[in-house]
């Protein structure tokens, strides 16, 4: 075996080893890394050649997890891994977002990459290494990759950056981003933060790129030790170079008119761009009559992709030379945006926000603690209190197809606009939130639509978010000498640009972020411009969100679950539940609410929630009075449960009896309980006294009744007056009475109790 192993230093001190030769070595390309105690297997295969017709990158990265790698059992009635979680699929994005711009334009064979999870402690997060162990897989292998990259998280803790941070140090960050890039440039940013200035994400992103340099050059020499430095020949595309001028010549002017006209509606300049390439199909087949219909179909597919270029050139012409975008717009303007909330009576929020040809139509539901969202991960063991769930379905672009639940794509939108609004939720809110997006309309900028709706819909509900939040995509065009920063992209601009810088915030800063960049070499002083000009855009949009909508609602609506949160002692829990939980079962049926109960160190937190205040006002009463500790001098009202020859057994607070003695009924003599009370009887009573050592409680009736006529004055005679008895005589001192005699009494006859 020709092991290689490589080790490279975080800017704390601690390593991380890359290690190939030793495992999976039939796969193209293999490493294992290592941190700590936390392991990864990256391996890397592409097919020999492409599939005909492919002029696209074919790549597919996986991210999996396994349960052993915790010492763990995957639950489940299988017990075995399933398909992969939101997680998994995120952190396989991170890495395909960084990897795929950097595959030659000409190579299209198919290329899978998986990198498995097969040692963690908890302590190093494992996410933040799979880009790297991905690239040097392919530097190990003979693909051709024009990398390498790494990629790693930059927290902010205590006001310093810490590069791929603890789980522990990330908890306590209000700054969590994540970065891939080669040596030279960035390509790939996403992260969340707590309202961060433009200038706090560019420091991160320099600590970042500092931070993947030399991992880079390590890569670069393991490609050599390995001797993987020549990567394998490949020919996946077939040009006709006259044929690329013809259509270039043919079509250019008539495309950069239709670029220049500033046509609004995305079809109808989709309709013109189509119409350029088909009648150029048409007059080149005249042209060539003597071509096969084989021969013409292949020409036809080469005319796809040498227009594609054409219209590409002629998009990004018009805006580098004159200014203008596709739809009319200059760089810096926003497309014409309303708003509308409340336009559904059945959720608890909603809203619609449209901007150009984008709009999201978002609805906001309140539950309980039975509705969070239970994590059973390999490192993480958690409930979500706020989910945000985002649908592209096909009608929303006027594809006639079907919808296939919810892809890769879904996710990772849902995923930024989760992040972008998570942090504005008050702080303890008692409900689980459940925001959805369904994107309507879509041309660039839903997943910006859906942060915009999403505040809407939560301030429609009533909840108090602690500020809005607007988010805006920004592209970028350039040709290495001019440049143009573009606000509010529109999804050609997406497609044919060079960037897409997705930044979310409030008034006060950033709250999260997404960047992809298809070039190499983009300037900080770019990336900057991009930042202001996205933080004057994303206040252009609150000014509107304001005026739909100054602030939250001061209440729920009628149909949304109030709820109640009491804290109770630990000890009382046990109470409230009841023997199999005959106790809480009850309160909720009598009340009609729904009550969850959580155990939070030495306390126990009860959430209460209803549709309406009676139920709740029930149901806390009930608790209230179970939880309450009985005070010695207060008065109940209690049901007699049991009768007994020396009293009766009063239940005076839920699950508390107390003994009703005989002489405590009345104030009058009583030789039998059942001639007052009965089971069943409702009585008051107060509660005299609680015994120190047994805890027993003991009540009295008589105390809260009236004194008969003349009880007091005939107490009082019986008494009689005191006599003055005069001074004490001495009686001189104590005589000895001698021993007295011991009488044998025998036993002592048995005494019936006339108490408990």
Request: glycine share 8%; aromatic share 6%; hydrophobic share 35%.
């Amino acid at each position: 075996m020709n092991v290689i192993k490589k080790t490279v230093e975080l800017p704390d001190g601690r390593t991380i080893s890359i290690e190939t030769g030793k495992l999976a070595k039939q796969a193209d390309g293999a490493v294992m890394l290592t941190m700590g105690n936390t392991m990864l297997l990256a391996t890397v295969c592409a097919a020999k050649d492409a599939v005909p017709g492919t002029d696209f990158m074919p790549l597919q990265v996986e991210y999996r997890e396994k349960f052993a790698a915790a010492g763990r059992f995957p639950g489940g009635f299988t017990k075995r891994e399933g398909k992969a979680s939101d997680y998994e699929i995120l952190t396989c994005r991170l890495v395909d977002r960084a990897l795929r711009p950097l595959f030659p334009s000409n190579y299209h064979a198919e290329v899978y990459v998986n990198v498995i999870l097969y040692s963690a402690d908890g302590v190093d997060m494992p996410d933040a290494l799979a880009g790297f162990a991905a690239s040097a897989a392919l530097a190990v292998s003979d693909i051709p990759f024009e990398g390498p990259i790494s990629e790693v998280r930059v927290a902010r803790v205590n006001g310093e950056y810490v590069v791929n941070p603890t789980f522990a140090q990330l908890e306590q960050a209000d700054m969590d981003i994540m970065v891939g890039a080669t040596e030279e440039n960035i390509m790939m940013v996403e992260g969340e933060m707590k309202e961060v200035t433009e200038q706090d994400l560019l420091n991160a992103l320099k600590v970042a790129h500092e931070a993947i340099k030399p991992m880079c050059r390590l890569q670069k020499e393991l490609e050599k030790e390995a001797g993987k430095e020549v990567k394998r020949e490949y020919c996946h595309e077939v040009n006709d170079e006259d044929l690329r001028e013809e259509v270039k010549k043919a079509c250019y002017d008539a495309a950069y008119r239709i670029a220049q006209e500033g046509n609004r509606d995305k079809h109808a300049r989709e309709d013109a761009f189509m119409e350029i390439r088909e009648n150029f199909k048409l007059s080149y087949a005249e042209a060539h009559a003597d071509l096969s219909e084989d021969e013409l179909a292949e020409k036809n597919a080469l005319i796809d992709r040498y227009y594609h270029d054409v219209e590409r050139d002629a998009m990004r012409r018009c805006v580098l030379d004159e200014g203008k975008r596709l739809d009319g717009r200059a760089t810096t303007d926003i497309r014409p945006i309303w708003c509308e909330v409340s336009p559904l009576p059945g959720p608890h929020g909603s809203a619609i926000f449209t901007r150009g040809e984008t709009q999201s139509l978002s609805t906001c539901t309140l539950g309980t603690k039975l509705d969070e969202k239970i994590i059973d991960e390999v490192l993480d063991q958690s409930k979500m209190r706020f989910l945000l769930h985002y649908n592209f379905p096909p009608f929303s672009t006027g594809e006639a197809k079907a919808s296939r639940g919810v892809g890769r794509r879904e996710v990772g939108h849902g995923n930024l606009a989760h992040r972008a609004l998570k942090r504005m939720l008050p702080d303890n809110y008692p409900y689980t939130v459940r925001v959805v997006s369904d994107i309507l309309e879509s041309n660039g900028s839903s997943s910006m639509a859906t942060v915009c709706a999403g505040t809407l819909a939560l301030m429609d509900a009533g909840i108090p978010i602690k500020k809005p939040v607007t988010g805006i995509a920004m592209g970028l065009i350039t040709d290495n000498e001019k440049y143009a920063v573009l606000s509010d992209i529109l999804g050609d601009e997406d497609h044919l640009g060079d960037m897409d810088f997705k930044v979310t915030g409030t008034v006060d800063g950033i709250t999260a972020t997404q960047m992809d960049i298809k070039v190499d070499g983009l300037p900080y002083e770019i990336l900057e411009k991009a930042l202001d000009q996205a933080r004057r855009g994303r206040l252009h949009i609150m000014n509107i969100i304001k005026e739909t909508l100054p602030e939250p609602r001061p209440d729920l609506k009628p149909h949304a679950p109030r709820m109640v949160t009491l804290t109770v002692d630990k000890d009382q829990i046990g109470a409230i539940i009841g023997p199999g939980g005959k106790i809480i079962q009850d309160i909720q049926e009598k009340s009609g609410a729904v009550i969850v109960i959580e155990e939070v160190g030495n306390q126990g937190i009860v959430d209460i929630a209803a549709t309406n205040a009676g139920s709740i006002e029930i149901a806390v009463a009930r608790i209230k009075a179970i939880a309450c500790k009985p005070e010695v001098g207060e008065i109940y009202e209690g049901v007699v449960k049991t009768i007994t020859a020396f009293g009766a057994f009063v239940e005076f607070l839920p699950g508390k009896d107390g003994l009703l003695h005989v002489s405590e009924i009345d104030h009058k003599r009583v030789e039998k309980v059942e001639d007052v009370l009965k089971e069943g009887d409702r009585v008051r009573v107060k509660l005299i006294d609680i015994d120190p050592k047994t805890g027993k409680f003991k009540l009295s009736r008589k105390v809260l009744l009236p004194k008969p006529e003349g009880m007091e004055q005939n107490e009082r005679q019986n008494r009689g007056e005191r006599q003055d008895r005069g001074e004490r005589q001495d009686r001189g001192p104590r005589q000895d009475r001698g021993d007295r005699p011991h009488r044998d009494r025998g036993p002592r006859p048995e005494r019936k109790e006339n108490q408990e």
